[in-house]
Structures are given as structure tokens and as C-alpha cells.
């Protein structure tokens, strides 16, 4: 019986891999997060990154095997990310999967990673209802996407400089907040008060984002303010990004009238944005959809569950890294 | 049983592949004009195994030029040979792009070689190849690779890819030119023969590139 897709993620600094049947089960899955790695230079650096996932594939591959007690005649095709990603990073995971394919003889698709990350949304337990409006928030991700059906993914915004993700991270770390900044930024906000008027981008116009200004305006108030209170502007900051958000999100809900509103991405995990996703879901009556934590932030499972679908809708797509692999191409 | 040896040449980006059974070279990719220019290690490996008759079972060995040179190519083509190794539980064993040069210039020139290419800016590795060893493979400035140079320049041959753009790292003397930036696939397999015979076994490889990490002054 060929029961499950190995799927591989290795796009920017966590090496994943996972074992994912057809319905959406989760038989085993591995992330070996370079967290370390990276933590003493202050962000991902791609030489790094890249020697890393050499460094963790097959340990991890064998190691997930081994736990799940699956044999490679059980394996139904491998699932690797394509795109957007890192061009090393990417490039590890896909000849790795090229060459299990030969020896393995199975066939190996290319995943764009964006649309694993809307897959995510199913794992486990069907979860999606279309039409669906997407937010995806993350450290690499900031985007608006609107599914109408399983077949289609329309890219409504997506940012113009920086992810909502790496604004949280690089604020935290202008209040001397550590890496990963996001939680610790949430902790902070929780007790502080959102007094100070940041600017909040774009709010009132279409889709797109944009985070730079907001960081920039922070860094200013930082520099200019001594003695200043963290969780005030923690708060402050928090309740700028998390106000352009939910503008957008509220916008796209009353646009496309969607049956579910899905948020996926590792800012998903934060407490405000949540509770403000419960809000637009009250006031406009949509479905509100928010996956465990473990199946948003980037890991392997949602593309190998996003390789089911590529393989049921007969998608056909090269093994070549695109680093910049838009959502509307698979 | 003769051992049927994949060998895999990336680290000068331009990719080339054999396949040989024992001593004896049955595929040389730079033999197949369908190849040419592409940058897709299946399609090489693939091509090996067909035009040989061989399936990817047959494998008994892969040996890898694991750099210096080119890191994304290298790398490509690591993360590939210790798949096939893992998938198949084979030996996958690295070669020193410099002993690979080496002996190919070596065997040409009947001289001792030094190699030299660009390491990250704005640093070289360089080496000695002498009587199939490589010595004083070494991670250095542009003031090391020069003296080098001067020190055996009447005596040896040249490999790898070094050009030093401003006038200021030009010494008195003309630079020599570097005869070759990849070896041949007999040069290749003399060198993976040898390795086999010293008992030299891995199951995975890395590029060289990232392991020498000191930094120069
Ligand atoms: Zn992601």
C-alpha cells in the first residue's frame, strides 16, 4: 500500500520533514530548527542556513522513517518546496529529493511553499470551507489570499518591504527583546499601554502591505526617548501592526464574503492578533479558522499536504529552486 | 565483482559525470553533447546509467569533488550523492577539488602543481600537488598567494582560477596561467581508485568551502 507523501521543507532555517497520508494525517514529522545556528548573528545567514539543512536532512529523514516504522514501498511520492525560499537552502532540499526519487523510484514534486502554508489549514482535520480568505503572517510571509476553490489561489496583497514577522523581530530587537522578538513582544504589550501614535501603514488603502515606516518610526522613538517605558511601546507597536492587519482582513471579509477567514504563519500565535480575528468573525459572521500553532509556523507536513493536491489536480511543476515563487504559481 | 563508481565534478560550475566499472570508464559526460550546458545533476547521473546500462542498484561507489570552488554547485551536488548513498547504503566518499586538478595537471606537465581559486572575498585557497599528494592546501590572503606563486614559479605547473582584478596585486613578474579548472574523468577515477585502495569510507560529504573557517588577516 502506498500511503504516504514524504514531504521535505527546507526553504529558509528549519529542516523539516514529515509523513502525511491522504486524508491529512500526520503520521510523523521532524523539525530541526537552526535557531542556534543563527541566534548569535542576529538573523539567518544563508551560507549558514544552507550548511545546516546538509548537515540535518538525512539524519532527520532516516530518523522520521525509522519512529513512523515506514517502509519506502509505503511511500505514494516525496513533496519538496520549490519556492520562495532561500536559493541554498532550497537547493539542498530539492537534489535531496531528486535523488531519493531515483533511487526510490518515485515521482517528486515541487511545492510552493505559500501554498503549503494554505494547506496547513487541513491537516489533521478538514477545516476549509470555500470560499476562503487567507492571512498568512510570518517571519518570511505577510500576504492576503483569496480561495475560491481547492484549484485556485488569487494573491490579493502581500508586503512591499518587510514581513509583519520581521518588523515584530527587528523592534524586539531595537528594545534589546532578544530573538525570536514576536512573543516576547506580545508578553510586553500585554501590561503596557498603547499610548504612543506609531503610524500605521497603508491602512485605508487595498491589499498591499507595507511594514518598513512602522520600524523605522519605532528605532526614531527609541533613539530620541530615554528612559522610556518597553511595554508602552511594545503595546504601541503591537497595536500598529495588528490595526493594518485586521483593517485589511476585515476589508477582504466584506469584499469576498467568504465562508472561512483562515490565519496561518508563526504571528498567528499572537495573542492580539487572535483576538481580533475573533472580532471580524463576530461582527461579519464568517467562520473563523485558526490551525494549531505547529501546523502554521513552516514545517513539512503541510507540504507534503500540499503535494496530495498537486497530485490530485494533476499539477505538473519543475524541480528547480525559485526563490521568489509567487502564490499564484504552483 | 568489479565496483561500478559514480563519480560526480561540480566545484568549477561546470558539472561533469562518469561512471566506471572498476578501472575502466564506461560514461564521460563531456562525450555527451545533450548535456551540455544544463546544471541538473539527475539528468547527468540518468545519462550515466543508461548509456552504460547500469540501473541506480548497481552502484557500489560515489565519489565527490567537494571543492574548493563554487559553494552552491558543491553543495547541490553533496546533498545529492549523499542521498543516493544513504538511499542505496553505499560508500559516498569526498575528493579535494585540488587533487582532482592536481593530478589531471600532474599527469599532463609532469610537474608539481600549485592550485589556487577564489575563496570568499577577498581571500584564495591554494595548494602544492606533488607526486599524487596535495600539501599546504591552506585558506589565505592575496599576499600569501603571491608569494606562493613567486616561490614556485619556475618550478610548477598551474591550476584552478585565480585572477587579481586590481593593478595593485600585480607583481613585477606576469602572473602564470592556470592550465586547467577541472580535471578529466581518468584523471578523476585515478584519484577515486587511490582513495578506494588507502580504505577511505564515508557515508556523507560536505564542501570544503565551509569546513576551513579561520579567518585571514
Ligand atoms: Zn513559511
Not at chain 1, 530587537?173 to 508578553?187: E, F, Q, V
Not at chain 2, 607583481?171 to 577515477?189: G, H, Y
Request: glycine share 8%; aromatic share 6%.
Amino acid at each position: 500500500m502506498t500511503n504516504f507523501i514524504l514531504g521535505l521543507e527546507t526553504s529558509c532555517d528549519d529542516t523539516s520533514v514529515a509523513l502525511v497520508d491522504r486524508s491529512g494525517n500526520v503520521k510523523a514529522i521532524e523539525t530541526v530548527s537552526q535557531y542556534k545556528v543563527h541566534s548569535e548573528f542576529g538573523g539567518v545567514y544563508p551560507e549558514l542556513a544552507s550548511r545546516a539543512h546538509l548537515e540535518a536532512i538525512l539524519p532527520v529523514i532516516e530518523s522520521v522513517m525509522g519512529t513512523a516504522r515506514v517502509a519506502t514501498s509505503q511511500l505514494a511520492a516525496i513533496g519538496v518546496t520549490r519556492g520562495p525560499g532561500l536559493m541554498g537552502s532550497l537547493l539542498v532540499g530539492l537534489s535531496t529529493a531528486q535523488a531519493l526519487g531515483m533511487a526510490w523510484d518515485l515521482p517528486v514534486h515541487g511545492i510552493n511553499h505559500l501554498r503549503g502554508h494554505i494547506c496547513s489549514v487541513d491537516l489533521e482535520v478538514k477545516r476549509l470551507k470555500y470560499p476562503a480568505v487567507v492571512l498568512l503572517v510570518s517571519g518570511g510571509h505577510t500576504l492576503l489570499a483569496y480561495v475560491p476553490d481547492e484549484k485556485t489561489y488569487e494573491l490579493m496583497g502581500t508586503t512591499r518591504d518587510d514581513s509583519a514577522g520581521e518588523c515584530y523581530d527587528k523592534v524586539a530587537r531595537t528594545l534589546g527583546l532578544g530573538m525570536p522578538g514576536g512573543p516576547a513582544l506580545d508578553r510586553m504589550a500585554l501590561t503596557g499601554n498603547a499610548s504612543i501614535k506609531f503610524p500605521r501603514p497603508m491602512i485605508n488603502s487595498g491589499y498591499e502591505f507595507s511594514f518598513s515606516g512602522l520600524k523605522s518610526s519605532v528605532a526614531r522613538y527609541v533613539d530620541t526617548h530615554e528612559g522610556l517605558n518597553v511595554n508602552d511601546v511594545s503595546a504601541s507597536f503591537v497595536a500598529a501592526c495588528i490595526d493594518v492587519l485586521s483593517s485589511k482582513v476585515l476589508r477582504a471579509v466584506q469584499d469576498k464574503n467568504p465562508k472561512t477567514l483562515a490565519v496561518v504563519g508563526g504571528v498567528a500565535a499572537s495573542p492580539q492578533l487572535r483576538s481580533r480575528m475573533q472580532d471580524i468573525s463576530e461582527q461579519t459572521g464568517v467562520t473563523l479558522c485558526l490551525p494549531p500553532i505547529k501546523w502554521s509556523t513552516d514545517n513539512a507536513a503541510m507540504i507534503a499536504m500540499a503535494a496530495w493536491d498537486y497530485i490530485d489536480q494533476g499539477i505538473i511543476t519543475d524541480l528547480e529552486p525559485r526563490p521568489n515563487l509567487s502564490l499564484d504559481q504552483a | 565483482m568489479t565496483m561500478i563508481s559514480l563519480l560526480l565534478q561540480n566545484s568549477s560550475g561546470v558539472m561533469s559525470v562518469g561512471l566506471a566499472s572498476g578501472e575502466k570508464l564506461l560514461f564521460d559526460s563531456v562525450s555527451d553533447i545533450d548535456l551540455a550546458g544544463s546544471r541538473n545533476v539527475e539528468l547527468y547521473v540518468k545519462a550515466a546509467l543508461r548509456n552504460s546500462n547500469k540501473t541506480v542498484s548497481d552502484l557500489d561507489f560515489i565519489f565527490v569533488d567537494i571543492g574548493p570552488g563554487g559553494l552552491g554547485a558543491t553543495r547541490t551536488t553533496a546533498a545529492f550523492a549523499n542521498a543516493i548513498g544513504f538511499a542505496r547504503k553505499i560508500p559516498v566518499i569526498g575528493i579535494n577539488a585540488f587533487e582532482l586538478i592536481g593530478d589531471y595537471v600532474e599527469h599532463l606537465e609532469r610537474k608539481s602543481v600549485v592550485c589556487i581559486r577564489p575563496a570568499a572575498r577577498p581571500n584564495y585557497y591554494m595548494g602544492l600537488y606533488k607526486g599524487q599528494t596535495l600539501t599546504d592546501f591552506s585558506f589565505v590572503n592575496i599576499n600569501e598567494v603571491k608569494s606562493f606563486i613567486r616561490k614556485h614559479q619556475d618550478i610548477a605547473a598551474f591550476a584552478g582560477k585565480f585572477s587579481f582584478s586590481t593593478s595593485t596585486d600585480l607583481p613585477e613578474d606576469p602572473w602564470p596561467s592556470a592550465i586547467a579548472n577541472t580535471t578529466s574523468m581518468a584523471s578523476f577515477l585515478r584519484v577515486a581508485l587511490r582513495k578506494h585502495k588507502l580504505g577511505i569510507s564515508t557515508t556523507q560529504v560536505f564542501p570544503i568551502t565551509e569546513t576551513l573557517v579561520e579567518a585571514v588577516s
